[in-house]
């Protein structure tokens, strides 16, 4: 069995104290939302004719749960405050995984953030939160965009550069503030909540931690679901928002998701030399409420335990798998020692996975 030895040390959270439940959006609008391109029932990408493989049959007797209900499965999200910041939030998160950890601040010397909304267009959010801490200024900073997937990348970087020696400690930091894009008259404004996670990442001893990682890229879906101003480009000025900027490719871009799910966790548990089957706990991006049920499935994750937050949280982009693993830890679904598969998926369109013993001894 391959191992990295660097492994998760330190985790936290931070979820507004807010609660929009879905008794918040009026009758009369939720009624609007089967006539919407992006809320109505029969939308293209459940249609079976256009699906006949058998990742696409599993996709759609999961959507298809889902079918009558508007909300799409969420029956509540967190909300942040007219007065929060990301980055207030961001270092909540990254505060509590740094205790967690055990560690000093001054001991972190690589941080990445992953934020849909920075504080101020065209800056950095890892730099306040490298100020706010106080770290070294010798550790690096940077931020890495890409959305949902965000997370996974940043682990992808960290591991590599605590591998190579150019850090020993490294603080990812992932926060979601999608709501005030949310134009609260379209049906994707039930689908995003707003939170913000931290891990610390470190060697570990033993045979835990990072065993592979698997990563995919797929450009032809660039502009699917997209923050900007319809019809214009986003800088042309006026009211930002949340929409479906290209139905086509955001129904290739959803059914992409769950293919590719499968040879993907399946490229990730060959290159750590375990099976699929031996996989203990799931760890799935919550894009939609029904997608770790799907690609459990799809890839054949029979034995995995798991763990569903969609339906409290919603989505919450990049923060998704780092809340599945806090809110399990808490649970106690997590054992030293435990094989986790990690699987997301961003806009873009970039999808990885990776294979995860967990513990930190």
């Known amino acids: 069995m391959k191992t990295s030895g660097i492994g998760i040390t330190g985790l936290g959270v931070h979820l507004p104290k807010d609660t929009r439940t879905n008794d918040w959006w009026s009758d009369d609008v939720v009624a609007t939302w089967t006539k919407t391109a992006d809320g109505r029932q029969d939308r293209p990408a459940?249609?079976?004719?256009?699906?006949?493989?058998?990742?696409?049959?599993?996709?759609?007797?999961?959507?298809?749960?889902?079918?009558?209900?508007?909300?799409?499965?969420?029956?509540?999200?967190?909300?942040?405050?007219?007065?929060?910041?990301?980055?207030?939030?961001?270092?909540?998160?990254?505060?509590?995984?740094?205790?967690?950890?055990?560690?000093?601040?001054?001991?972190?010397?690589?941080?990445?953030?992953?934020?849909?909304?920075?504080?101020f267009l065209h800056v950095p959010n890892s730099c306040a939160v490298h100020h706010a801490l106080g770290l070294a200024p010798h550790a690096m900073t940077l931020d890495a965009g890409t959305m949902c997937n965000g997370f996974m990348h940043s682990l992808s970087i960290a591991e590599r550069m605590i591998a190579s020696g150019a850090a020993n400690h490294?603080?990812?930091?992932?926060?979601?503030?999608?709501?005030?894009?949310?134009?609260?008259?379209?049906?994707?404004?039930?689908?995003?909540?707003d939170a913000a996670s931290a891990m610390v990442l470190g060697r570990v001893p033993g045979e835990?931690?990072?065993?592979?990682?698997?990563?995919?890229?797929?450009?032809?879906?660039?502009?699917?679901?997209?923050?900007?101003?319809?019809?214009?480009?986003?800088?042309?000025?006026?009211?930002?928002?949340?929409?479906?900027?290209?139905?086509?490719?955001?129904?290739?871009?959803?059914?992409?998701?769950?293919?590719?799910?499968?040879?993907?966790?399946?490229?990730?548990?060959?290159?750590?030399?375990?099976?699929?089957?031996d996989v203990d706990f799931y760890a799935c991006h919550q894009g939609f409420a029904w997608l770790r049920a799907a690609t459990q499935e799809h890839a054949g994750l029979d034995n995995a335990r798991w763990l569903d937050t969609f339906p409290w949280a919603a989505s919450v982009v990049g923060v998704n798998v780092p809340l599945v693993l806090y809110s399990a830890r808490a649970e106690g679904m997590l054992s030293d020692g435990d094989l986790v598969a990690f699987f997301s998926g961003g806009v873009g369109a970039t999808l990885s996975a990776a294979m995860v013993r967990w513990g930190r001894g």
Not at 86 to 98: F, H, S, V
Not at 104 to 109: K, L, N, T, V
Not at 170 to 193: D, E, H, I, K, Y
Not at 250 to 268: A, E, N, Q, W
């Open 46 to 119: 459940e249609r079976p004719d256009e699906i006949q493989t058998e990742g696409g049959r599993i996709m759609l007797e999961h959507m298809g749960r889902y079918r009558d209900d508007p909300f799409r499965g969420a029956r509540e999200r967190r909300i942040m405050s007219a007065d929060t910041k990301p980055t207030d939030m961001e270092l909540a998160a990254a505060k509590e995984a740094i205790e967690d950890a055990g560690v000093e601040p001054g001991a972190i010397d690589l941080v990445i953030t992953t934020t849909t909304t920075p504080d």
């Open 170 to 193: 490294a603080l990812l930091v992932q926060s979601c503030a999608m709501t005030p894009f949310m134009n609260p008259r379209l049906p994707m404004s039930a689908w995003f909540g």
């Open 208 to 277: 835990r931690g990072v065993l592979s990682m698997a990563h995919h890229t797929d450009g032809s879906t660039f502009g699917s679901i997209v923050t900007g101003i319809p019809g214009k480009d986003w800088y042309a000025g006026g009211q930002l928002t949340g929409y479906l900027h290209d139905e086509g490719r955001v129904r290739r871009m959803i059914s992409d998701l769950l293919h590719d799910s499968r040879p993907l966790l399946g490229r990730s548990a060959e290159d750590a030399n375990v099976k699929l089957t």
